[in-house]
């Protein structure tokens, strides 16, 4: 029963020393960071000192790690010989708890009782020894005056906070965690501190299993220290990351919901909502807090302004508009109104992007819409991302790439904009003169805001659009040069990106050195990014025929169903999504190929019970894979789970 228990005490008898006092969880971090720097430190000297003189020092500096592997391995007659001989040397807590628990082990509870008392009288106000005679009635039988001397240690326990520590921790040596958390409990009475020891019981509740109670202990800590914010929510992020059915999730929600609504004036439990439901990736409900929050706090809207932000960057349009019409109806802050109003124009043609629509005579009144608000507030660098938004729409929607030249040239000339402004007005103009077929105005433009923004990620995405126009154009190696730098880029999508195409390349110009397919494939990239679909597909269909079993051929099906969909030809798309899982469920677009094939059985195809099954395999399938999250919340809304 106490053969592993040894192995914690080297950690624990640090809580000992008074020196070493706790004030709070990450001073608690930062002291084990030290104490194994100094460890690892001191292996390094040791392993310097005994290459040198090899022998004594050896035996000298393993004692304690022989004495330890004895106790470990059960063989507690050797255990007693090296810890008997270390405790009368040096009677430090490493030393008396090993010794201890060996005599415990050979029950020989005389001679154990004779050294806990020993020590006892040495610190007779450490309570810890009053812990081990209490264990040692219990290991004898006599449970009841075993149990008699905890509860005598509880109640003659003092509002010190390091006899509160050593008492828990000796109760926890004993594994009597029930007198540990009745420990902490009563050293908060006594500190008079209602937050005292929060951490530590969160942590003893979360081992137990004890949710609302971790829950609880973790809001207690943040009502008294709001400071505390990132290390709960981290360490909550740990907790509910390791939450297969989404138990977890579903009881952490359901009792903050609670809390809110038994506290409707406490803004940390709406804070925590709010947090757990970006996490959890449920943009509608966020929504709800923030304008909880919002309104019953008086606050500016910014909060919202950046949660609709959010909501954009993950595709959750609905949710976007719905936050941008809210601060546009609340009309407390002009400049949040006017931002709102130019983000949900751009927010709704973004939206109509993702639904792969066909309406010319919805584009032309957004195409109005957007002119509008240009008159209306002017062309300057507030107007930017208007602008930006506008001019795509134009060149690659409505085929008017002059005048959407015109309106970013306009844009760059615009006096004392922003040269990050500047650089995202030539992006958009590159892409378009690319588009248009002036690849060399295109890698001009890219190069000047590369140059510009070196080591940003301006200058990063530059420099990628610049690889890629490249890798259109068939000179791979130029571009894979370019595209393994980036891979280590900060940006994280610039740099995925920059993986993906390296690998693209990479796979299909290593095994020989015909480049011809990939050349096939990178031009019909183009034709696809500058609208050409059915020639882009004749390409495709080319590669099919000609190299039926080049590695190519996942990409090949991939990018037929990427433009079968922006077609809405979506039982096309359907068939190549298909043919990847069925013949490529190894390769690195599987997982994408059953995320797509997913998302158009449950918005195009109208088949949910399809669309489930597939969100399901993804989790057993593809564990692994960045589409988990959203798999599992699209799984369980499919599912009909009840929502709290």
């Not at 104490?35 to 050896?58: D, E, Q, R, S, V």
């Not at 006599?142 to 509880?154: F, P, Q, S, T, V």
């Not at 501190?193 to 943040?222: C, K, Q, R, V, W």
Request: charged residues 25%.
């Amino acid at each position: 029963m106490m053969s592993d228990v040894g192995c914690c005490f080297s950690i624990k008898s640090e809580i000992a020393n008074p020196k070493s006092e706790i004030r709070n969880p990450k001073s608690q971090i930062i002291n084990s960071l030290c104490m194994n720097l100094k460890a690892f430190l001191l292996l390094l000297i040791t392993g310097l000192l005994i290459a040198a003189c090899p022998g004594k020092l050896w035996a000298q500096q393993t004692d304690e790690q022989l004495g330890a592997q004895y106790f470990n391995n059960r063989e507690f007659d050797k255990a007693l010989l090296t810890f008997e001989t270390l405790f009368n040397r040096n009677p430090s807590q490493f030393n008396y708890m090993y010794y201890i628990n060996t005599l415990f082990e050979l029950k020989e509870y005389d001679k154990a009782e004779k050294v806990i008392k020993k020590q006892q009288k040495i610190t007779p106000e450490d309570p810890r020894f009053q812990v081990d005679i209490g264990y040692l009635n219990i290991m004898q039988g006599d449970i009841a005056k075993g149990r008699k001397l905890y509860e005598n240690c509880l109640k003659n326990l003092q509002p010190d906070k390091m006899q509160i520590y050593n008492l828990t921790y000796a109760f926890s040596n004993r594994r009597e965690t029930d007198y540990m958390i009745r420990t902490y409990l009563r050293g908060r009475e006594l500190l008079k501190d209602p937050a005292a020891f929060a951490f530590e019981l969160a942590y003893t509740y979360e081992t137990l299993g004890s949710t609302e109670l971790m829950i609880d202990e973790y809001l207690n800590l943040l009502a008294a220290t709001p400071q505390q914010m990132s290390m709960v929510q981290n360490r909550l992020q740990a907790w509910l990351s390791d939450d297969v059915d989404n138990s977890k999730n579903d009881v952490y929600r359901s009792i903050l919901l609670k809390k809110t609504q038994e506290n409707p004036d406490q803004i940390l439990y709406n804070e925590m909502l709010l947090w757990h439901s970006i996490q959890q990736k449920d943009f509608p409900f966020a929504l709800v807090q923030a304008k909880a929050l919002d309104r019953r706090y008086g606050e500016t809207g910014q909060r919202i302004f950046d949660l609709a932000a959010l909501c954009v960057s993950n595709e959750n349009f609905d949710a976007a508009i719905d936050g941008y019409k809210y601060l546009i109806k609340k009309n407390t802050n002009k400049e949040l109104v006017m931002r709102s109003r130019i983000e949900l124009i751009n927010t709704e043609f973004s939206q109509y992007k993702s639904l792969y629509l066909h309406d010319n005579a919805r584009l032309l009144g957004m195409k109005q819409e957007y002119t509008s608000l240009l008159d209306e507030l002017g062309k300057t660098s507030f107007t930017i991302p208007l602008i930006l938004n506008l001019s795509h729409l134009q060149a690659f929607y409505l085929g008017e790439s002059e005048q959407a030249i015109d309106l970013l040239l306009q844009a760059i000339a615009i006096p004392n904009v922003p040269l990050q402004d500047q650089a995202a007005c030539k992006l958009e103009l590159a892409d378009i003169y690319l588009f248009s077929g002036d690849q060399w105005e295109a890698t001009l433009l890219y190069s000047q805001v590369e140059k510009t923004f070196k080591n940003e990620p301006l200058g990063h995405e530059a420099k990628f659009r610049n690889a890629k126009l490249s890798f259109y154009i068939g000179e791979f190696d130029w571009a894979k040069g370019q595209l393994d730098i980036l891979k280590a880029a900060t940006s994280k999508l610039i740099a995925n990106d920059a993986l993906e195409l390296s690998l693209l390349i990479s796979d299909n110009i290593e095994e020989d050195s015909l480049t011809v397919p990939l050349a096939m494939y990178a031009k019909a990239d183009l034709l696809e990014f500058r609208n050409l679909d059915n020639d882009a597909l004749a390409v495709l269909d080319s590669i099919i025929t000609l190299y039926p079993m080049h590695a190519i051929m996942d990409n090949v099906l991939f990018k037929k169903a990427e433009i079968n969909s922006k077609n809405g030809k979506f039982d096309s798309a359907a068939v190549y999504y298909n043919r990847i899982i069925e013949k490529y469920p190894n390769d690195l677009l599987a997982d994408d190929a059953m995320f797509n094939l997913a998302g158009l059985y449950e918005n195009q195809l109208n088949d949910k019970n399809k669309a489930r099954q597939l969100y399901e395999k993804i989790l057993t399938q593809y564990p692994g894979s960045l589409y988990v999250v959203d798999a599992r919340k699209r799984f369980r809304i499919l599912r009909n789970d009840p929502v709290n």
